[in-house]
């Protein structure tokens, strides 16, 4: 029986690290911020009720190809907001998926805007959307200087890929760490996308 349990643990270990590398190409780190008003459910997606969402900061800045791009002139739309990096397995892996769901919700009311962050050369990021077949557009923020601007404790620099729905409002909807099924992303988006618009009957 020892010898048993001593050849398990090496599997243990490997399926561990497999576990994280397709939840992401790093640890979210400590719990939630209470004061992000998220709560988290059993599949790891965090939700905020509509009164204790926190306001997105208008992001701004340029894609990497160097087009002008800001958060609020998405005002209006339900947006989906994907943290990635050229450099990040988990990145690869879940683009194609998130790519799928654009085309699925873009017609809908809901835009896709990536923030590219810890590329050090705007190319890189060009021949992922290119490899990937990424259409929606992409905030160039190699420094995560985009992402610090961000209601402490709703987002964390370190948790790449990580991707968040932002109401109509401009506020903080929904979040998840780590790469997800064209699936998760859509639950996500449909509550959301049902609320009613500001001013609607």
Do not use: H
């Not at 905030?139 to 601007?149: K, N, T, V």
């Not at 929904?174 to 959301?192: K, L, N």
């Amino acid at each position: 029986m020892p010898g048993t349990a001593r050849s398990r643990a090496p599997l243990a270990a490997a399926a561990a690290t497999t576990a994280l590398l397709l939840a992401g190409c790093s640890s979210p780190g400590s719990a939630v911020d209470g004061r992000t008003g998220f709560v988290t459910g059993k599949d790891g997606v965090a939700t905020a009720a509509p009164d204790r969402r926190r306001d997105v900061p208008d992001l701004s800045g340029a894609t990497p190809e160097g087009v002008p791009v800001k958060l609020s002139d998405y005002r209006g739309k339900v947006v989906v907001l994907n943290l990635w990096g050229s450099w990040c397995t988990a990145c690869r892996t879940e683009a194609p998926g998130l790519q799928a769901v654009w085309e699925q919700y873009r017609d809908q009311g809901v835009q896709f805007l990536g923030i590219d962050t810890r590329d050090s050369d705007p190319a890189n990021a060009i021949a992922f959307e290119r490899n990937k077949g990424i259409t929606f557009p992409s905030l160039y923020d190699p420094d995560g200087s985009q992402i610090l601007r961000f209601p402490e404790g709703s987002l964390n620099l370190q948790a790449i890929p990580t991707t968040v729905v932002v109401d109509r409002e401009g506020r903080l909807a929904a979040r998840v760490f780590g790469a997800r099924e064209p699936g998760t992303v859509v639950s996500m988006i449909r509550p959301v996308l049902a609320e009613r618009a500001p001013g609607g009957s």
